[in-house]
């Protein structure tokens, strides 16, 4: 905040920031700076004084802010926030947020990153979200977590297999029904969550496309919905499950046991992870891997990062580009363009002057 004079009045100006911190401008109505000074002081007086925070703990403000994303944000993430806030307040105590400076904030972290780098860093990511919006809603002056960056986490690539793997696995599966969401994760890139949230009325066989989107009951996790086109062998896959009678608003579940009942995604996961044992497999292999491999696979036969990114339905390429490392005979074909055949002696350059 402070003061400015412009051709436009004769008056000083008081420039200062609003609460969504766009800058705006207030006259004095002075034209002498020492009047002005005085008026910017009862000025700033009279907005801390509109500016005094609500006493709020972080018990109190978790559960407000976790009633707030539950109908914005995926489950999987509303579980990822109450777990870190818990974690938090079991480290400090459920203080009030106030007292929350970022040395306390910095210790936690720094704690959390002594027993896994990568839990602290989604703690860090989770937190100085939901703090961002303590600020917003006034129960704090600054994000404490802004003050310090993010821990260093070591880059590591995702898991993926090829069909010969997911074949073996699959060959170890008894259900028909796994059997059959194994593959069409295989071949979508689907999460786990996408898949058995999936209704008919959502697969259009005539075009062959089916639709991930948000419902009254469930939200993709990105909050985007897209259309992922149907191969040939997902169609007979597809055919093949096609209820002969369907309701008429087409909203059973195509991957079900029972009409109307949605399986359980733990069931599912852990379904899968038994199957990879079973069959020898390496024990990093989790549900989540049939996606990676659905990128891996398509990255490898050339397709392009930003198209994988609409097919994954990733907010940002950023997030894609985790997959850019299979990409490595891209880049062996690019350099060959450089090879020269016939290297000429390099010629000595002495210093004799001309």
């Not at 207030?26 to 009862?42: M, W």
């Not at 972080?58 to 777990?83: N, P, Q, T």
């Not at 079991?90 to 007292?99: A, E, I, S, V, Y």
Request: with cysteine.
């Amino acid at each position: 905040m402070y003061l400015q004079k412009t051709k436009h009045s004769p008056f000083y100006q008081i420039i200062y920031k609003q609460a969504d911190g766009r800058l705006t401008s207030k006259s004095t109505g002075k034209k002498l700076k020492s009047e002005a000074l005085i008026y910017l002081s009862e000025f700033q007086n009279n907005l801390d004084k509109k500016k005094e925070l609500r006493i709020v703990f972080i018990e109190d403000f978790k559960e407000e802010y976790l009633s707030y994303i539950k109908s914005i944000r995926a489950l999987s993430y509303h579980r990822s926030i109450k777990y870190t806030m818990d974690c938090l307040i079991d480290f400090t105590g459920n203080l009030k947020l106030n007292q929350l400076d970022y040395r306390l904030t910095e210790k936690f972290i720094l704690n959390e990153y002594e027993s896994s780098k990568s839990c602290a860093a989604l703690y860090y990511r989770t937190l100085k979200s939901a703090f961002e919006k303590a600020v917003s809603w006034g129960y704090i002056r600054e994000n404490p977590f802004k003050k310090f960056k993010s821990p260093k986490v070591t880059t590591t690539f995702p898991v993926f297999i090829d069909f010969h793997i997911l074949n073996i696995i699959v060959n170890k599966e008894e259900s028909p029904l796994m059997k059959d969401i194994y593959l069409t994760a295989f071949l979508t890139g689907m999460r786990l969550g996408e898949l058995l949230n999936l209704k008919w009325n959502s697969v259009d066989m005539k075009i062959q496309t089916l639709k991930i989107e948000c419902t009254r009951s469930f939200t993709t996790k990105s909050k985007k919905e897209r259309i992922i086109p149907i191969n040939k062998t997902l169609f007979e896959l597809l055919k093949k499950r096609m209820p002969k009678i369907i309701s008429i608003n087409h909203e059973e579940y195509v991957f079900s046991k029972q009409k109307g009942i949605k399986l359980n995604e733990d069931y599912v996961s852990k379904s899968f992870k038994q199957a990879v044992r079973d069959a020898g497999m390496n024990d990093g292999i989790h549900f989540h891997t049939l996606r990676h491999s659905f990128a891996s696979s398509l990255i490898q036969k050339g397709v392009s990062l930003y198209v994988i990114k609409e097919l994954l339905g990733h907010s940002d390429i950023s997030v894609t580009q985790i997959y850019s490392h299979l990409k490595h005979e891209n880049l062996s074909d690019a350099v060959k363009f450089l090879d020269i055949e016939d290297i000429p002696e390099a010629k000595t350059i002495n210093n004799k002057k001309a």
